[in-house]
């Protein structure tokens, strides 16, 4: 019976899998690209490009988008190599190390409201330095957040990307022996950081390059960061096409497509970019390595990447711990470090439609995230029982998360609409699973094929077939991985504004467009409870990844840490 | 009826280039050890057997058990044990479900299966253990469940795949003693590969050294 299932299956879930990542990719880029030309309204026409090229804010928008964008993508790299060259392998980076990785699964909704709590003229370090080293007794008038160059908006990405090429990078970093290269370089009498750069760095870098690429698409075309933290007249572009998606006059729509398209072709430019730059680098460091110089500024790269990196940390952290405070705050006054009175108000509030929200976002989250185990599982023991390596369609997995959510949302919208099919419920899980399916694939891979495939073949002698094999022995012994990555797929869904803003219509409130959606009205106490409430529906799924298996294998000590 | 192991003409291939060739009979209750220098495809062979081969090798020849050919059987339907280095008892399960997984359904009752595989863990000096996580046993008490592990399943022969390497020098002796006479009191054909000549003199049996010849 599963010998007849999975004749069928092997060669059809692959290809599932593509169609499902790439297909609303794919139709979204096209029903982006038909209005933009005018297709939809009065035919053939450069009427929508003209009026796009009209708009005055065009220029600095698309130039917000590309600074950001690169520089955000620039100073994380830097803290990531820096942090990596001098610390890795010792103990206080074990401990750097487990304080970002929770932080990778806080929605960047919640980050960046954090961050506008702590940075704010008046946030937590404002308040805690007034009067006394300032002198303020109110609130000074600066422009902090939502600054014209788009600074705040750089450090609230800066914050978030960190942990992310961090953990990219530690995944990789075992392929490139680096204890080894790290003997050689100190026999040579190079320090640390140099040694490091030198000699791991280059194969390190091989290795994230597409996971580098994805944080630069993701910073240059993000619209809830962008909004909480970024500049208003004129925003980033993306910001700026969400605002024309939902402007009720229809004929913007077709502005909002010429700007995808534009901020499309800004990605491109910026990676075509970023890899010429790469070359550029590469030619500057080899330069280096021949030179022989050992590095004079070691102990100060080494103190630089930790603090930067602790700082990114506890930014985060801090900023949490702000929300939590903001949603219980009653009177707050200027410069008090603490609320004058503690209440409940705000949660009995905004708890009730909060928890409304959150059932519907662990909802879409649940299923989007159960389709996308479903197929990755496919996906790979397909891959195990025909013997073939990991291909290099890889790449293909990276595809949806490189092509600018702005670029193609707007069109999946449009089409939906064309089609007759209405946006709601259904497309949103759909549009979600298009970025829950590449990170679920990503985090069950490696265990999955790291897998003593012995197991498999002691299974199969004992007289269990495949399917046995796959329900008794692999997957059990795969529960803590396979729970981790459903823990991944939630994070990401829960994360979600965008895909659920256009792929519901504006009517499917989740946790995330709600608390968004917030950001312009400046109650601090309702955002705190959303953003708290978004956080704990990211972390919730965590939790139950690291206690289930604890519960389930108490007494199987050989299931403590696989 | 004829109840032994036949490797009849099997040539394995790879890339083209001949891995090793093989043309031998086992008897029941007969060992065959099988050495060679590591990459030599000694488990390679062995793969072929339980029919867990990768694809990327090419293979003419046949394997018949109990005169019938299974070369093209799914590896769960072949009726043959195998044995490794490490015990591989499954994590997740307790000894007592470890058994009931090799141990073939019947129409027996519960208590049935369960008096068996207590009967079995007693066979070997483990009454009680059933509950136990596996990873609470000394090495020797592993190679023991995984042995009666897959006697439970009713092989019709047997493969060991450097089976005593794993183990300190005491412990050898008597595992190996154990699996042997196990294997002689059943019947079975035994396959082992080894690259320990102690392994090898104490199975009593033939000794085959790949590369290029047979045994006869």
Known sequence: ?562 | MDRSLNLIAVTIRRAGATLLSVDCEIAPGEVLSVMGPSGSGKSTLLSFVTGTLAPAFDVDGSVLLHGEDITRLPAHCRRIGLLFQDALLFPHMSVGQNLAFGLAPGPERRRDRRARIEAALAEVGLEGFAERDPATLSGGQRARVALMRMLLSEPCALLLDEPFSGLDAERRNQIRRLVFDRARARSLPVLMVTHDAEDAAAAGGRVLRIGGEDCG
């Open chain 1, 1 to 562: 019976m599963h010998r007849s299932v999975w004749g069928i299956l092997p060669g059809a879930l692959p290809l599932l899998t593509l169609m499902v990542m790439l297909g609303p990719v794919l139709l979204g880029l096209w029903w982006t690209l038909a209005p933009a030309l005018g297709l939809l309204s009065e035919g053939l026409s450069l009427g929508p490009l003209r009026a796009a090229l009209a708009w005055p804010g065009l220029r600095e928008a698309s130039l917000l988008s590309v600074t950001t964008g690169i520089g955000s993508t620039v100073i994380a790299l830097a803290i990531t190599a820096l942090i990596l060259a001098g610390w890795s392998g010792t103990r206080a980076f074990a401990v750097l190390q487990r304080l970002l990785s929770p932080l990778l699964a806080l929605p960047h909704a919640a980050a960046a409201f954090g961050l506008a709590f702590l940075i704010a003229p008046s946030g937590w370090i404002a308040r805690s330095l007034s009067p006394g080293v300032t002198g303020w007794d109110r609130p000074p008038d600066l422009l902090i957040l939502q600054d014209p160059w788009g600074l705040t908006l750089i450090a609230g990405l800066v914050t978030k990307e960190v942990p992310f090429l961090l953990l990219m990078a530690l995944a990789a970093l075992p392929q490139t022996a680096p204890g080894r290269s790290r003997n050689v370089a100190t026999a040579l009498g190079y320090g640390r950081v140099t040694g490091f750069l030198k000699t791991v760095f280059p194969r390190l870098y091989v290795q994230i390059r597409l996971p580098v690429y994805v944080t630069l698409a993701y910073a240059m075309s993000t619209v809830d960061v962008a909004i909480i933290l970024g500049p208003n007249t004129p925003p980033t572009l993306s910001v700026q096409i969400v605002r024309w998606m939902s402007d009720p006059d229809i004929g913007t729509r077709d502005l909002a497509a010429v700007a995808a398209l534009l901020q499309l072709a800004l990605v491109i430019a910026a990676i075509l970019a970023w890899r010429l730059a790469e070359r550029g680098v590469a030619f500057l460091g080899r330069r280096w390595i021949e030179s022989g110089r050992r590095g004079s500024a070691e102990g100060a790269g080494r103190v630089a990447g930790y603090a930067l990196g602790a700082l990114s940390a506890l930014a985060l952290v801090a900023g949490i711990a702000g929300l939590a405070v903001w949603s219980v705050a009653g009177l707050w006054s200027f410069p008090s470090a603490l609320p004058d009175g503690l209440t409940w108000r705000s949660w009995q509030r905004h708890g009730p439609p909060g928890l409304e929200a959150m059932g519907t976002t662990l909802a879409i989250a649940a299923i989007a995230t159960a389709v996308a185990l479903v197929l990755a599982i496919g996906c790979l023991e397909t891959e195990e029982r025909r013997g073939v390596r990991p291909s290099r369609a890889m790449w293909l997995l990276y595809l949806p998360l490189l092509v600018p959510q702005t670029a193609f949302l707007p069109g999946v919208q449009i089409g939906l609409l064309s089609a007759g099919l209405d946006t709601g419920f259904g497309p949103v899980v759909v549009a979600h699973l298009v970025f829950v399916l590449p990170y679920v694939f990503l985090s069950l891979a490696g265990p999955y094929r790291a897998w003593d495939a012995r197991y498999s073949t002691v299974a199969a002698t004992l007289g269990a077939a495949s399917g046995r094999v796959l329900w008794r022995v692999r997957l059990p012994m795969l529960t803590r991985a396979c729970l981790t990555a459903v823990a991944v797929g939630m994070a990401v869904s829960v994360g979600q504004y965008l895909p659920t803003l256009l792929a519901g219509g504006g009517r499917v409130a989740t946790l995330t467009t709600e608390a968004v959606a917030l950001a312009s009205g400046g109650d601090r106490r309702a955002i705190g409870v959303w953003a708290i409430l978004q956080t704990g529906a990211a972390f919730l799924p965590f939790a139950l990844a690291l206690g289930l298996p604890a519960l389930l294998f108490r007494n199987r000590r050989g299931m403590q840490d696989g």
